[in-house]
């Protein structure tokens, strides 16, 4: 964890950094600290400077205290939360669901009524992948880096290296995580690299609706129409399919 740490000892509060630059190294402190149960130290990964504090830090601060078994400082940190933008949303929507299984409910139904991504009808990808949990550093990061490598893909219409590194880091941490997958996928189908693509995906039973779409968008782009017919139908052949994404 020490070897870890120093890899986030740049500034902070530098004005020239944008935002999800200067979210990082909080967030990955938190997280090293959780690893080495370090209370006190989650709480320092944090800037002192509140103006500097994006809601995505504090959410992830609740997880990392209730990773700790902290459900009291977790549910202080869920009641001043106030989420914004899609990624601190992801943050605050896995925190309800943290707080949910902790059994602190009156927090997370309180923070649920401020999640807008949870709201039916938002129809949100986040909302088609299966619930993970999240109470150790490598699910932590996992799911901090997976959201920010799909942000940068909203942003640019070229594939991101940098969202791909990401991507490629969640699914080190977390090869469970749907998300990262998903995200790594469509980079490889922009550069029209498809057999990478459907060999990330796989092609179990089980996997999400989602995921069997995206592989019937490759197989349709590589003119394989027959196999993306069948995926398609496989992927609304579930009962938990969401309507509002096909």
């Known amino acids: 964890w020490k070897a870890a740490e120093r890899f986030t000892t740049e500034a902070l509060d530098d004005p020239q950094k944008r935002v999800w630059e200067r979210m990082f190294a909080p967030i990955l402190r ?5 690893g080495r149960k370090d209370r006190a130290g989650v ?9 500097i504090v994006h809601p ?24 001043a939360l106030r989420p914004t933008d899609r990624i601190s949303q992801i943050a605050a ?5 943290e707080l949910q299984q902790a059994g602190v409910k009156r927090e997370a139904d309180a923070l649920r009524a401020r999640v807008r991504l949870l709201d039916d009808g938002q129809g949100d990808p986040e909302l088609a992948l ?3 949990r999240v109470n150790n550093p490598a699910a932590g990061l996992a799911h901090w880096f997976a959201p920010m490598a799909a942000s940068f893909a909203r942003t640019s219409e ?8 990401l991507a490629r880091s969640a699914l ?14 469509k980079d490889y189908q922009s550069y029209r690299r498809y057999d990478e693509a459907l060999a990330l995906l796989g092609s179990k039973k089980d996997m999400p609706p989602v995921a069997r779409l995206l592989r019937a968008e490759i197989l349709l782009e590589k003119g394989e ?8 139908d496989l992927a609304i052949a579930g009962s938990d399919v969401p309507r509002d994404l096909l």
């Open 30 to 34: 938190g997280w090293i600290a959780v």
């Open 43 to 51: 709480l320092a990964a944090m800037p002192a400077d509140n103006a």
């Open 56 to 79: 995505t830090m504090r959410g992830h601060e609740g997880l990392m205290l209730l990773a700790l078994g902290d459900k009291r400082g977790a549910a202080a940190v869920a009641d």
């Open 93 to 97: 929507a896995q925190l309800v669901l």
């Open 130 to 132: 299966p619930a993970r």
């Open 158 to 165: 070229l594939a991101s290296p940098f969202g791909e590194t």
């Open 172 to 185: 080190t941490l977390d090869s469970h995580h749907w998300g990262a997958r998903l995200m790594l996928a």
């Open 225 to 232: 129409v027959a196999a993306a017919m069948a995926e398609a």
